[in-house]
């Protein structure tokens, strides 16, 4: 499975881009928020983070590979698992994540299906599927801010998210890790990479409560 493409940027559509690798073009479907990123990146190096699916009828025979492209690997992530929700599927999921990952979890997270019905494509029903199956999964999806680096540097959503889950790996309880990470995002700077985030919060003496 291709699970990153790193190329040329070609070409920026509403819903696909053309990426060249080398001499092979890929095209890749893509949601509106990574459009938005893309848009005028033309002729930039960029790093996609890909999902891979067959599109069509298997008995028919006619199945087309096709390639998700994302900006980070919690774009991908969060994508992935929005697809699991009944009566959702890769194009209603492309078509409804118009929005940050980071508002979409959040909404999710409150179970806030108004806001989530209005995503296209989610209607009432589905929202309640969503917020019924993803609940539970999204305080770290939740932490996921718009991207306040350039393309193709780490994403600020990669790095606040990486640094809740070593929060909570040396002993923080959720909602310690959470705060902890809040003040980070408070602080609206572009960490360089975890281990910067995490000196931090220790260098202003911030402990579990």
């Known amino acids: 499975m291709i699970k990153r493409l790193t190329g040329v940027l070609q070409r920026v559509d509403p819903s696909t881009i053309d990426l060249a690798v080398g001499p092979v073009v890929h095209e890749l479907l893509i949601p509106d928020m990574v459009r938005r990123e893309l848009q005028g990146q033309t002729g930039s190096t960029v790093t996609l983070h890909t999902l891979e699916f067959l599109e069509g009828t298997p008995g028919r025979g006619n199945l087309v ?44 997270e409150e179970q806030d299906a108004s806001t989530l019905a209005t995503l296209p494509g989610i209607g009432a029903a589905t929202a309640e599927r969503m917020i019924a199956k993803l609940r539970r999964r999204m305080p770290k999806f939740a932490l996921a801010v718009q991207r306040v680096v350039p393309v193709g540097s780490p994403a600020a959503a990669d790095i606040l998210t990486e640094t809740f889950s070593v929060l909570r790996s040396i002993g923080h309880s959720e909602a310690d890790a959470r705060r902890l990470v809040d003040g980070l995002r408070a602080a609206k700077k572009p960490w360089k990479d975890p281990q910067e985030a995490l000196e931090a919060i220790y260098r202003q003496g911030q402990r579990p409560k």
Not at 83 to 92: I, P, S
């Open 65 to 108: 590979p096709r390639l998700v492209g994302f900006l980070s690997e919690v774009e991908r992530e969060f994508f992935d698992l929005i697809c699991e929700v009944d009566g959702v599927g890769v194009r209603k999921a492309l078509r409804a994540m118009v929005r940050p990952v980071g508002e979409i979890a959040t909404a999710i």
